[in-house]
């Protein structure tokens, strides 16, 4: 690459980025061509600059600025990108969107309600619904189901008939595959109380009234 030149001149235009403020690692263009000048000023004349060596520096000096240049641009349009999806999840706060998980929040006259995803038919299915404390409060019986996404909804009364105190509930649907009975995966329907920005990649955070955080890609359904 470029020869040392230990010239005054060369002394002068290493020292120059740290007198504009840069570190003595940044080179700018006019650093660039100003370093070249003094190259050519200063060669040894038994031994001239080759100027397919000089255009072959330049050139890698424009494909690093361009390089630098695209990155800028880069940053630039991820950071437009970021703010108009926080714009469109901050749209999202007070509409119920549909969310994997099994926590559901009870309201005072309220319900639960979700889906159960099946990816095979099954010959029984059961919505079992526990309290903090981990008690069954509630088991919803919903027959045989054929493969897809099930609907359910529970109304808030305990199987004794006495309504559910408010709070988060524990959502399990218990199917019946052959001999064994296992967990289908669950979905909650669930209310978008605020929006907020991941700290460590600036990804878009949903945070739900079941008290949970999610990710806004996440979402299945918005209702």
């Known amino acids: 690459m470029i020869n040392e030149v ?8 290493q020292s120059a980025p740290e007198a504009t403020g840069r570190s003595s690692s940044d080179m700018g263009q006019e650093d660039f061509l100003e370093l070249m000048l003094a190259q050519m000023k200063n060669q040894d004349p038994t031994k001239p600059l080759d100027p397919n ?9 424009s494909t690093v600025n361009g390089i630098e240049e695209l990155r800028q641009s ?4 991820a950071a437009v990108l970021v703010s108009d999806q926080s714009l469109k999840a901050a749209g999202l706060v007070g509409h119920s969107v ?4 099994n926590t559901g929040v009870l309201e005072e ?5 979700g889906q159960v995803l099946l990816n095979d038919s099954v010959s029984d299915m059961n919505i079992k619904i526990y309290d903090a404390q981990g008690s069954l409060v509630r088991t919803i019986p919903m027959s045989s189901q054929a493969a897809g996404a099930v609907q359910f909804k529970w109304d808030g009364f305990m199987d004794s008939g006495d309504p559910a105190l408010p709070g988060n509930y524990k959502v399990v649907a218990e199917v019946q595959v052959g001999d064994t009975v296992q967990e289908a995966a669950v979905e909650i329907r669930s ?3 605020s929006v907020s920005l991941n ?7 949903l945070n739900l009234d079941n008290g949970s955080t999610v990710p806004w890609e996440t979402i299945q359904t918005i209702m």
């Open 191 to 193: 209310r978008v109380e």
């Open 109 to 113: 006259g309220g319900d639960v309600a």
């Open 53 to 61: 060596e000089f255009m072959s520096q330049l050139a890698e000096f």
């Open 98 to 101: 549909m969310m994997p998980g």
């Open 6 to 13: 230990s010239t005054p001149d060369s002394a002068a235009f």
């Open 74 to 77: 880069f940053d630039s349009l």
């Open 199 to 205: 700290p460590y990649n600036g990804g878009i955070l």
